[in-house]
């Protein structure tokens, strides 16, 4: 089983499956609506994100508010912030930062 690397129209997705037509169909499952742009089978079998590039410093814990506004927004991010701003009262950037490191976090 490998890892793949599969980019929709609205989302980019980490899975294992035994073959590429197994991971886009795996996608197509969970995400009907969008189109596979991209698939590109990993070439290790982990997915790393460095939280230094994302401009975590020390250790970041789920966001309870922010996870949620990702599940209400299915997973559009730009939804999700405008959900998180009218929740929270916070600014773009503010929210931005907050969907963002919760989608890095494996939302």
């Known amino acids: 089983m490998a890892l793949y690397e ?3 129209s609205a989302h980019i997705m980490i899975s294992w499956a ?3 037509d197994e991971a886009v169909e795996a996608a197509r499952r969970h995400y009907p609506e969008d189109d ?3 698939i590109t089978r990993r070439p290790r079998d982990i997915w790393v994100i460095s939280k230094s590039l994302l401009g975590l410093e020390g ?5 309870d508010t922010a996870r949620e506004c990702l599940s209400r ?6 939804h999700a912030i405008r959900l998180y701003m009218l929740d929270t009262g916070s600014d773009l950037h503010e929210a931005q930062r907050a969907i963002e490191t919760n989608m890095s976090l494996g939302w």
Do not use: F, N, Y
């Not at 927004?73 to 730009?78: I, N």
């Open 6 to 8: 599969i980019e929709t």
């Open 18 to 20: 035994d073959s590429q």
């Open 36 to 38: 596979v742009v991209r």
């Open 59 to 63: 250790s970041a814990e789920p966001c």
């Open 73 to 78: 927004a299915r997973g559009d991010k730009l």
